[in-house]
């Protein structure tokens, strides 16, 4: 599974961006995908994942209520839709996944398959 994600940018604390994860088959619109990201100096961190039942979700405290992920099935992508920004949430964004369904726990992963990262950036 090849996946790519795309979407970040410069933004000003309290505007919203929304990133997109896709691997070019529709595949994805049935596997768990999950959200990491990495800040310089700072550990990567699970942010977002979702479960096969598009209804599972899970987030981390830290974007709780700020973002929200879900599926495009006619796009085949997984979008994070991340708002109220914050400086804090600066970070290269990743997405994720196993090439596997399922509704359990999927913050942490392991997870094999990853795609580039793309830079969020937001200025005070």
């Known amino acids: 599974v090849q996946l790519q994600a795309f979407g970040g940018g410069l933004v000003q604390s309290g505007g919203s961006l929304k990133l997109s994860c896709t691997s070019g088959?529709?595949?994805?619109?049935?596997?768990?995908v999950a959200w990491f990201r990495q800040a310089p100096g700072k550990e990567r961190e699970g942010i977002a994942c979702i479960g096969s039942n598009a209804r599972h979700t899970m987030y981390a405290h830290s974007v709780l209520g700020r973002f929200t992920i879900s599926r495009d099935l006619v796009n085949h992508t997984v979008t994070l839709q991340m708002n109220n920004l914050k400086d804090e949430d600066s970070a290269v964004y990743s997405c994720?996944?196993?090439?596997?369904?399922?509704?359990?726990?999927?913050?942490?992963?392991?997870?094999?398959?990853w795609g580039q990262g793309t830079q969020v950036t937001v200025s005070s």
């Open positions: 088959e529709s595949g994805i619109d049935y596997y768990v």
């Open positions: 994720a996944t196993n090439g596997m369904g399922g509704d359990g726990y999927c913050l942490g992963g392991p997870y094999v398959h």
